[in-house]
């Protein structure tokens, strides 16, 4: 049976989706010894200057954090991001740059070439808060804008249906031949493994196309095949995905159909979604699925210069609970989680239910400090009643490095009615 939505409370928007970036883009040469990507869009105009990779600022397209203007008077460029408080002024020609206020040597001069303004990449990412990194086996240079971090850690270890969003507004690279879709229709069907996000396929007009999102957060087309036409096949066509969900997008009718798909192909819908009649789904793709869990995160680490920046904490919101034995489950966990912060060893060990064994004791002892961002799963009772279990996704650093990572925490209920933890894995 159809449902018909009616709150935008579970709502994902896909802006993205619907600009350039979720258009299919032809990737660089074989030949082409390097290839640099900015949030994912590959860049065909670098220069390199002094022996130093130069992009077009403009290509550091960021208008959530970083603002830019040109005051013809001075013939300066000036930047802005106000979340940094940094303000940025650049001169063609020169090897230095304004940072509020004060002088800072550029690797090579600012460089306008036929109109564009072209800047070091190292630059770029240091001053206005990016993030670069050099994949010496695939010769990328991978950047990122400080809004394009965030979505690739989304995309790697965030809520499933928000890394699904990331995930289909990033460009699609095309490394072989392009197949033309040779059918008609108005209808694009999305389709992902169950518990999954970083690899899926799409079937519009009768073509078929399978994408993977790789380890530098790239989408690349893996196969297509027109299946109605003559216009052929390209690429290794996936195995089959088995049991998974779908989003299907009818732009004639403006509706959207989502549900699961089993081992055998068969549909089953879960809800429709009419989007005439429910404006504040005018551009939603993607919805959760109900009872589906993610299985592909990908956790990540990272270097901190000032290891005092690392603030460690309990960050997580508990959801309301649906009666009072879930709000007692929650309160323990959230007390176990704030003793391992506290390093309170009396604390932790009275959440627990056997606290006179030292079994789980290493989470205060070693030289590590705790930040618990989110569920990662919410209350499930795997076996029976009387066991349930809790996804925790946290972060911790160690030896100046922030480690991404996740556990379940398993608690059981005693004769009284009440529960302790009985395992953290």
């Known amino acids: 049976m159809k449902k018909w939505m009616k709150t935008a409370a579970a709502a994902l928007m896909i802006a993205g989706v619907l600009n350039a970036g979720s258009a299919v883009m032809a990737a660089p040469s074989p030949a082409t010894t390097l290839k640099l990507f900015i949030n994912g869009v590959y860049q065909d105009d670098v220069l390199n200057v ?26 300066t460029i000036i930047i802005n991001n106000p979340v940094n408080k940094i303000t940025v ?3 063609d020609g020169l090897k230095t740059a304004d940072i509020n206020g004060k ?37 990328e240079v991978i950047v990122r804008t400080p809004t394009g971090e965030e979505q690739f850690q989304t ?27 040779y059918g008609e229709g108005f209808t694009t069907i999305y389709t992902f493994p169950r518990g999954e996000a970083l690899r899926y396929s799409i079937e519009y007009r009768g073509l078929m196309t399978y994408v993977e999102i790789n380890e530098n957060g790239l989408a690349k087309i893996k196969w297509q095949k027109d299946t109605i036409g003559k216009n052929g096949e390209t690429g290794q066509e996936p195995k089959a ?20 798909v089993d081992s055998t192909g068969k549909r089953t819908e879960q809800a429709t979604i009419d989007r005439y009649n429910n404006k504040e789904y005018e551009h939603v793709l993607i919805m959760p699925i109900e009872g589906e869990v993610r299985t592909d995160t990908k956790w990540s680490l990272r270097y901190v210069a000032d290891p005092s920046a690392f603030k460690p904490g309990m960050e997580i919101e508990f959801p309301d609970s649906k009666n ?5 489950i929650y309160r323990q966990v959230k007390r176990n989680l704030e003793a391992i912060v506290a390093k309170d060893k009396s604390a932790f060990r009275d959440t627990l239910q056997t606290p006179d064994v030292d079994y789980f004791d290493f989470f205060l002892e070693q030289d ?21 279990e809790v996804g925790i996704e946290f972060e911790y650093l160690s030896d100046g490095i922030v480690h991404m990572a996740n556990y379940t925490v398993s608690l059981l209920q005693d004769k009284g009615g ?8």
Do not use: C
């Open 155 to 181: 995309l790697r270890s965030g809520e499933l249906d928000k890394a699904r969003v990331a995930a289909l507004a990033l460009p699609k690279l095309n490394f072989g031949k392009e197949i033309q879709p």
């Open 103 to 139: 002088k800072v040597a550029l690797d090579a001069p600012v460089t306008v070439k036929r109109g564009r303004t072209y800047v070091p990449v190292r630059f770029v990412t240091e001053t206005l808060g990016g993030t670069a990194a050099f994949d010496s086996k695939s010769k």
């Open 241 to 260: 995905f088995g049991e998974s969900v779908y989003f299907m997008n009818n732009l004639m009718a403006d509706m959207l159909h989502y549900g699961t």
């Open 50 to 75: 002094n022996g130093r990779t130069m992009v077009q600022l403009k290509a550091f397209h960021d208008p959530a954090k970083i603002s830019y203007a040109y005051e013809s008077s001075t013939k």
């Open 418 to 425: 009440r529960w302790y933890i009985a395992n953290i894995d």
């Open 324 to 328: 009072e034995e879930e709000a007692e």
């Open 89 to 91: 002024r650049l001169k």
């Open 368 to 388: 590590r400090r705790y930040r618990f961002i989110r569920l990662s799963t919410p209350i499930s009772y795997p076996r029976d009643a009387s066991r349930a």
